[in-house]
């Protein structure tokens, strides 16, 4: 299937895209675990919390076995004493990671892509094969289309072109075509692709077939 393809000067031509992608069926399910997994799974795990064998001190008994009216303990080292270890507490970085398999990133990548092209918040342009370096210029591009917070799939020609004048606009980000997620694409409301970024994508997403 065909759709427009703009220009940095505002040209506009027909290019060819993957229906199988672009205009696949949307499965909302699958988007919603695999982005509560995403985020999940991006959390630093930074509490950590000592068991008692990891507390240091004195391993004798605190008092005798019998005859003192308290209650029978081996050591200060207890989970029940101030000071003690504590039981079942976090272990660090040893924690359970959400799962999720290849075939359902692929498959949510495409849903949300295609929704995006859905509700008309998806671009694409032309590679750009000239040095952009200021960043007024790559704004009024943005402005033209009617873009104001986007994220962009680059190929590496056109982001060695253009990241200098982009990366200091807001709610503008650069990424390239093999490290986009589908919380990458939610998070921005339109997302544009440059035409050698869309066909990388395509081998991406389509090599299983």
Do not use: C, W
Not at 57 to 72: E, L, V
Not at 111 to 134: G, P
């Amino acid at each position: 299937m065909k759709i427009d393809s703009i220009s940095i000067n505002g040209k506009v031509t027909a290019f060819e895209i993957s229906e199988k992608i672009f205009f696949s069926n949307i499965n909302n399910k699958l988007i919603g675990q695999v982005l509560y997994s995403q985020i999940a799974n991006s959390k630093p795990r930074l509490a950590k919390t000592k068991q008692r064998n990891q507390i240091i001190g004195s391993t004798a008994k605190i008092h005798a076995q019998k005859g003192t009216g308290n209650a029978r303990h081996a050591s200060r080292k207890a989970p029940v004493f101030v000071g003690g270890g504590v039981a079942h507490g976090p272990k660090g970085k040893v924690y359970k990671t959400r799962k999720i398999n290849k075939e359902e990133k692929k498959s949510s990548l495409i849903s949300v892509i295609s929704q995006k092209t859905k509700d008309k918040n998806l671009t694409i342009f032309e590679d750009i094969k000239d040095k952009i370096s200021k960043t007024k210029q790559f704004i009024k591009f943005l402005k033209t289309n009617g873009i104001n917070s986007a994220l962009i799939v680059v190929d590496l020609k056109t982001k060695k072109n253009i990241e200098l004048s982009a990366r200091n606009i807001p709610n503008i980000k650069l990424i390239d075509a093999s490290y986009l997620t589908t919380y990458d694409i939610l998070k921005y409301k339109q997302i544009m692709f440059t035409e050698s970024s869309t066909k990388e994508l395509e081998k991406r997403l389509l090599d299983h077939e």
